[in-house]
């Protein structure tokens, strides 16, 4: 199983509601994606970002297809310009079901 975390912080955070509701149609888009969950920060809480992304995949396949799935790639290419950085951890957990 494959974690993939991405958190952005965005060049202008009023767009993090914009630039949640664009990764939010990316949910489902594969099989093998096992969780999908888009977050913006909360103002009374501690955060080093704007947008996270917590999603799951089955196996490194089931990653790649997301990661090179068309939609995926025009979601991404069109927000690219909307952030200021981005940070990308991808780890496996061996026998783990989420």
Not at 16 to 31: E, G, M, R, W
Not at 58 to 78: C, F, V, W
Request: one cysteine or more.
């Amino acid at each position: 199983m494959i974690k993939h975390i991405v958190m952005w912080k965005l060049k202008d955070a009023a767009q993090a509601p914009f630039f949640k509701a664009q990764l939010d149609s990316c949910a489902n888009l594969v099989p093998g994606m096992l969780a999908f969950e888009v977050a913006i920060r909360t103002a009374e809480l501690e955060a080093n970002c704007d947008v996270v992304l917590y999603s799951v995949f089955e196996d490194n396949a089931a990653l790649a297809a997301y990661q090179h799935h068309p939609k995926h790639q025009q979601i991404s290419g069109g927000l690219g310009a909307l952030r200021d950085t981005r940070t990308v951890l991808d780890y496996e957990i061996p026998g783990d079901k989420k």
